[in-house]
């Protein structure tokens, strides 16, 4: 597991196992946000086994699967509501992070600047660069 923030408050992750819980929450993180859909992983990796894990690790668990198709105004709101929500900072996982980075500089766009959106996910190891036109 590579933890990487884009902000103080949220930070993305590739994919997580059920024996990372413990770090996350040493890491000091309050909620855990899996952005990635139960077709794309094995069963002990799926949201339920997840959610398990969280729950005995003591950490809030959301699911929001994300996916090209799925990544709308409305998704984007839903994940902000939860991290909005959190009583603390929020580690979203995908598959590689890079969704979790997407919606959060979707999120952003209008308000913050292009360059600044870019740079916080570069700094975090995303070029999310083709993205430019689509964060204003």
Known sequence: MH???ITPTYAVSEQI??????????????????????????AQLQATAMAQAAQAAGVDFKVLPLTHVTMTPE???KQFDM???????????????????VVW???QAGKQSADYILAQT?????DLSGLRNALG
Do not use: H, M, W
């Open 17 to 42: 196992s059920p024996s990372d819980f413990t770090a996350i929450v040493e890491a000091g993180f309050s909620t855990v946000i899996c952005n990635r859909p139960d077709e794309e992983v094995p």
């Open 83 to 101: 991290v909005d929500a959190a009583g603390g900072p929020v580690l979203a996982y995908c598959a590689s992070g890079t969704r979790c980075s």
């Open 105 to 107: 500089a979707l999120n």
């Open 75 to 77: 998704n984007i709101a």
């Open 122 to 126: 570069a700094q975090a190891g995303y």
């Open 3 to 5: 933890i990487k923030a």
